[in-house]
């Protein structure tokens, strides 16, 4: 069982910044993948960012240059630095964790870019 809980969301101006943390517990060790999701409403749920466990990185389009997911070596906390903040990036943030088995879910953060 992986548990994961965010923080570090808040509201934010246009162009602004935001550190999200995800703190990752229980089976680390089953984990292949973690990511960044967000939702806005009346939308699907939609991969921001992902690293696998060979530390390979994928970005959707729209915060390519300007988002940075990363870890801490021991993979127990997940990152996503977000730069230029946009409008468009409102929503409620989750990460998600891929197992064998199963996908996992944080309870979520919300960041609102305020313009």
Not at 86 to 111: F, I, L
Request: net charge neutral.
């Amino acid at each position: 069982q992986v548990h994961l809980v965010e923080s570090g969301g808040g509201l934010v101006q246009a162009g602004g910044s935001l550190r999200l943390s995800c703190a990752v517990s229980g089976g680390i060790f089953s984990i292949n993948a973690v990511g960044w999701y967000r939702q806005a409403p009346g939308n699907r749920r939609e991969l921001v960012a992902f690293i696998t466990d060979a530390n390979t990185t994928i970005y959707a389009d729209s915060v390519k240059g300007r988002f940075i997911i990363s870890s801490t070596n021991a993979k127990n906390t997940l990152y996503l630095q977000m730069n230029d903040l946009k409008s468009e990036d409102t929503g409620v943030y989750y990460c998600g964790a891929d197992t064998y088995e199963a996908r996992y879910w944080g309870q979520g953060t919300q960041v609102t870019v305020s313009t």
